[in-house]
């Protein structure tokens, strides 16, 4: 079976200075990530800001070489084909719809600039696609001639939207897209993205802080911690019994509107990762309230089992052979 979008042992390193004249470290963002995504689907990527998001988006969209690995859209390595056909393909959606847009162009000519840059439509095609896919996102013909700074934040997304679409690619990348949005608008803007990959068969990687949002229109979940998927399951699967204890602890974090319960204390304590200084054995392990003395040795494999994926220990070593830390609470 051939997937929409399989990503395979993906790395990306950088090289960081530690102050003015320190020296160099290597930095991975994103270690060893392999996923598979069918047609249609929604892959929802959540964690912390810092565990390699942002950077796995910028590598599937071609912005970014990877260090090693490869992204393969329709069984078709990316790394072989040119930056046009890339763009056919796969294309973004920006967090913030602020500044992804020139101020100086008309909407109408920023929808159609990846029609021009293609070149393959006549300009009365090149038109008429344009006017089309507004339509589809809810602008009118009027606001086709405005400039950005003319429209609200949300018709600005829809805008952005309209141009990551026009080139009909098989996969759009959602990098925080409702995030710069108020709350009233994030749902319209959910609801037209989940409207469009049904009548277009759009298969979505969807990155976001929001769980809320992620459990709205994911399919399914790949939890991300220091540059690696931890857990990844179908949406309903993963929200109603999450397995990682880094997973539990994103879930515990989320706030309710109950004032009387305060803010969730979820275990982690202060101590934030460092991706240049990944601990030996599982990753989480010090920030791990259940984690036990192989943690700190024993790098987790991947463990997948009932149609999930989860790197933790804890899903292989039956409770009654554990040892607690010291200091951390035994599972």
């Known amino acids: 079976m051939t997937h929409a979008i399989e ?25 060893g990530v392999t996923f598979s995504l069918s047609a249609g689907d929604v892959l929802g990527v959540v964690g912390e800001s810092g565990c390699g998001k942002s950077t796995l988006a910028r590598l599937i969209m071609g912005l970014l070489p990877p260090s090693s690995g490869e992204v393969l859209v329709d069984g078709r390595s990316l790394a072989g084909m040119d930056r046009r056909e890339r763009a056919r393909l796969i294309q973004p959606v920006f967090q913030d719809p602020f500044s992804s847009l020139n101020p100086r162009q008309r909407i109408r000519d920023i929808v159609g600039l990846p029609l021009a840059a293609q070149g393959a439509l006549s300009s009365r095609l090149q038109a008429d696609r344009v006017m089309e896919m507004l339509a589809r996102v809810g602008i009118s ?7 950005p700074a003319q429209l609200s934040g949300g018709q600005r997304q829809r805008v952005a939207i309209a141009r990551a679409l026009v080139l009909r690619p098989r996969i759009v990348v959602c990098d925080e897209p409702t995030s710069a949005l108020d709350v009233s608008v994030q749902a319209q803007i959910l609801n037209l993205l989940a409207e469009l990959r049904r009548e277009l068969g759009l298969t979505y990687l969807f990155i976001s802080h929001n769980l809320a949002v992620v459990e709205h229109i994911a399919t399914e979940v790949a939890v991300m911690y220091l540059g690696r998927i931890v857990e990844q399951a179908p949406v309903e699967d993963l929200f109603r019994t999450p397995a990682h204890p880094y997973t539990q602890a994103l879930l515990a974090s989320v706030l309710t509107p109950e004032p009387a319960l305060g803010i969730p204390d979820v275990g982690l304590g202060d101590a934030y990762p460092d991706p240049a200084n990944i601990p030996s054995g599982c990753r989480f392990h010090p920030r791990c309230p259940q984690a036990f003395d192989k943690c700190a040795q024993t790098m987790p494999d991947n463990i997948r089992q009932d149609g999930r994926l989860v790197e933790c220990l804890l899903a292989v070593s039956p409770p009654a052979k554990r040892e607690a830390t010291p200091g951390l609470a035994p599972a």
């Open 7 to 31: 990503v395979r042992n993906l790395y990306r390193e950088f090289q960081q200075r530690a102050g003015m004249a320190g020296e160099r470290r290597s930095v991975r963002a994103v270690d």
């Open 141 to 147: 013909s009027e606001m086709a001639e405005r400039r």
